[in-house]
């Protein structure tokens, strides 16, 4: 990833107001960790945006910052909405609108024949407006994004592909292909800190899932140092690791797990790890005294011998 790729990313999210976001069927903690942190930074930026996937998220990724955004149509907002209804020569004399307490109505005055057809089959069509800039994340071919648009409407888009597979097709104007990286949410991660935007806990909080996900809890052999680079900066932006099944938070990091307090000599010894007493020592060696027979000269006068030589 050289600077090349982020400015050029960078003056294409400043030119365009119009993004989308798009992930596979089915994406993993990872996949829409990354996409969601992304629409997360983008929406502070002020931009349009909208984020999809072809079918419902899973509940595996329920608990990530704002999943409650995602879609399953890339038309969002931006597109054109078509107001349909039966038409007979004649029977219209014009069609204008007016604005009335911020409501738009559409008048269709009619002719000397009047309107032949009824409230109910007046329809509403939105067309699948696609955005300037298509962000797609963990997608190896585009045809896995299914009925999210044709690829035809994608002719006078922007297209980034972010993505880790090493069978992703290199389809796109920016590629981002790393199959050497461990994650996804760690490249989106770097690209947010390369291009200077905000991170808030929401969007750090997501890519640490993604990237814990991905590295089975930072554990997996390929887990890569760009992984550990962008977790200890997620962490010092508010982002806490969580275990893959998501039902329970593991300790937080800090620097008192890595450098303990020294122990003083006259603090007392952990709990778990008790002291002999020499009293209960003392009580033992009288114990096993008192049950033996000792030697009848145990309680006569001791004398010992030893040698000045020197």
Request: a neutral charge.
């Given at each position: 990833m050289d600077n090349t790729t982020f400015r050029q990313i960078g003056d294409a999210i400043e030119k365009n107001s119009s993004i989308g976001i798009v992930t596979a069927k089915n994406p993993t903690v990872d996949e829409m960790g990354a996409a969601l942190a992304l629409y997360l930074t983008l929406v502070t930026l002020g931009k349009s945006v909208t984020i999809a996937t072809p079918e419902n998220p899973l509940v595996e990724v329920s608990s990530l910052v704002g999943i409650d955004r995602v879609m399953t149509s890339l038309s969002g907002k931006s597109g054109d909405l078509t107001v349909s209804f039966p038409y007979q020569e004649g029977e219209i004399e014009k069609v204008s609108y007016t604005l009335e307490n911020g409501l738009l109505n559409i008048v269709v005055k009619a002719g000397e024949k009047g309107l032949s057809?009824?409230?109910?089959?007046?329809?509403?069509?939105?067309?699948?407006?696609?955005?300037?800039?298509?962000?797609?994340?963990?997608?190896?071919?585009?045809?896995?994004?299914?009925?999210?648009?044709?690829?035809?409407?994608?002719?006078?888009?922007?297209?980034?592909?972010?993505?880790?597979?090493?069978?992703n097709q290199g389809f796109g104007d920016v590629i981002m292909v790393y199959p050497m990286l461990s994650s996804i949410s760690e490249q989106v991660a770097n690209l947010i800190v390369s291009l200077n935007l905000k991170i808030d806990i929401d969007i750090a909080q997501n890519l640490m899932q993604g990237i814990s996900f991905?590295?089975?809890?930072?554990?997996?052999?390929?887990?890569?140092?760009?992984?550990?680079?962008?977790?200890?900066?997620?962490?010092?932006?508010?982002?806490?690791?969580?275990?893959?099944?998501?039902?329970?938070?593991?300790?937080?990091?800090?620097?008192?797990?890595?450098?303990?307090?020294?122990?003083?000599?006259?603090?007392?010894?952990?709990?778990?790890?008790?002291?002999?007493?020499?009293?209960?020592?003392?009580?033992?060696?009288?114990?096993?005294?008192?049950?033996?027979?000792?030697?009848?000269?145990?309680?006569?006068?001791?004398?010992?011998?030893?040698?000045?030589?020197?």
């Open positions: 057809f009824e409230e109910n089959e007046v329809s509403f069509t939105r067309s699948q407006g696609a955005p300037n800039l298509l962000f797609v994340i963990g997608v190896p071919r585009l045809s896995d994004l299914g009925k999210l648009f044709n690829v035809t409407d994608l002719k006078n888009t922007m297209i980034i592909n972010i993505d880790n597979k090493a069978d991905a590295t089975n809890n930072f554990q997996d052999v390929k887990t890569s140092a760009l992984a550990f680079e962008m977790a200890s900066i997620l962490m010092k932006n508010g982002a806490i690791r969580i275990s893959n099944n998501n039902s329970r938070l593991t300790q937080a990091v800090n620097t008192e797990q890595f450098f303990p307090k020294p122990v003083s000599r006259n603090q007392a010894a952990p709990v778990n790890q008790p002291v002999q007493k020499p009293i209960a020592k003392q009580q033992e060696a009288e114990k096993e005294l008192a049950n033996d027979n000792p030697p009848e000269d145990w309680l006569a006068p001791k004398i010992y011998k030893g040698s000045t030589n020197f």
